[in-house]
C-alpha cells in the first residue's frame, strides 16, 4: 500500500511530499457526474456501493495519496432528528432551525450502527477496494460549523442567529455544542472503528468569530473531541477555513495536523504554528484554473516553503470548486510528487 500520507501524518520520512484534495469526488468530474446523473445527492451518501464508487474515482483519476469517504457533514445531523434537503440552487436546507432550549431538548445523540449504517457499510467496502492502494480519510463537521447550520437552517452570510444565540442565550448554545460533541466523538470513533486510518474535522465557518469567542466557545468543545479521539490512534487532522486570525488558538486544539486555507502565506502559519507542525494545505482553489506552467509556480513555492515544517500534506486551501478543469487538477498531482520532499 502506499503509505506516503499516514508516514507525513506521523512526521516520518517520505519519499514525496502527499497529496490529497478537500471535494476531490465531486462535480468537476465527469464520472462523478455520470454517476449522479441517477441520484440525488443524498441518496448517494446514503447507498454505499455508489457512495464508494464516487469515493475511488479521484484515486484512480488523479493518482492522489489519500481517499476521503463520500459522505457529507450534515449527514450525522439528520440523523440527529432534523430534516436535511439539497437544494441544487441554495444547497443544503434544514427546516424548522434550532433557536430554543427546547429544539435541542429533542435532538437525539445518533447510534451509528443503527442510525447512519450506510456509513459504517461504505467505510467496509472501501477497505477491502483500497487494501492495495492509498489510506482512507473519514471526517465530520467540527461543532461550531455544525451548529452554524443547525441554527441558521443553511449557509449564511454574517451567521446573526449563531451569534445571538452564543451572546443571548450562551446556555442553549453550549447545550447545543456539548450535544454535537457527544454526537462527533462516537460518529468519528465509529468511523474509525469500522476502518477509517485518519480523520479530519472541518471547521469551515469558526474564521467568522472573533478570536476571543473562538476561543472561550469553541476551542473548548474541539479539545474534548480531540482528547477523546487520541484513544484510537489515528491521526487527526483539524481544517479550519479563514484561520489566519486564530491560528495561535488552533494550535492549542491538540490535532497531529493543522489543515490551513490559502489567504495565509504557508510560511506565516509554520512560524506561528511552529516548525514542529505537521500541516495540511493550502493552494487556492481558483489557482486551478491558471495556465499549467503558473500552477507548477505556485505548487513548488507551497512545497518549499513546507519544507520547514516537521511536516506537510499537500492540499487545497479549501474545496475544489466544480467548474476546475480535470486536467489542471492532474498536472498539480504532479507537480507535488515531481517536486515535492524526497
Ligand atoms: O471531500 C470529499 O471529497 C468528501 C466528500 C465531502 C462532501 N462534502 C461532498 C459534497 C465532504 C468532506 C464534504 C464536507 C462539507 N459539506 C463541508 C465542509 C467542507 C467545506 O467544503 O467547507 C460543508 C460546509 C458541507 C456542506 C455542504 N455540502 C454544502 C454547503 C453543499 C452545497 C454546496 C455545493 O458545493 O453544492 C454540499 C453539497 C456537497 N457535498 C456536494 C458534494 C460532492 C455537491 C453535491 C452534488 O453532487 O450536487
Known sequence: MNDTFLRACRGEEVQYTP????????RYLPEYQAVRANVDFLTLCKTPGLAAEVTLQPVDILGVDAAILFSDILIPIEAMGMRLEFSDKEGPILSEPIRNKSSVDRLIIPDTEEDMPFIIETIKI???????????????GAPFTLATYMIEGGTSKNFLHTKKMMFQHSGVFDY??????TTIISYLSDQIKAGAQAVQIFDTWAGMLAPADYKELVLPYVKKIISELKKEEVPIIYFVNDCAGILK?????????????????????????????????????????????KI?????DILWKGETAKGHIFNLGHGILPQTPVENVMAMVEAVHKYGRK
Not at 487494501?131 to 473519514?138: A, F, R, S
Open 19 to 26: 497529496v490529497w484534495l478537500m471535494r476531490q469526488a465531486g
Open 126 to 140: 472501501l477497505r477491502k477496494e483500497l487494501e492495495n492502494k492509498v489510506p482512507l480519510i473519514g471526517f465530520s
Open 176 to 181: 447545543l455544542m456539548d450535544k454535537l460533541t
Open 249 to 293: 488558538e488552533v494550535k492549542k486544539s491538540g490535532a497531529d495536523i493543522i489543515g490551513i486555507d490559502w489567504r495565509i502565506d504557508i510560511a506565516d502559519a509554520i512560524k506561528k504554528l511552529g516548525k514542529k507542525v505537521i500541516i495540511q494545505g493550502n493552494l487556492d482553489p481558483s489557482a486551478l484554473f491558471l495556465p499549467k506552467e
Open 296 to 300: 507548477e509556480e505556485r505548487v513548488k
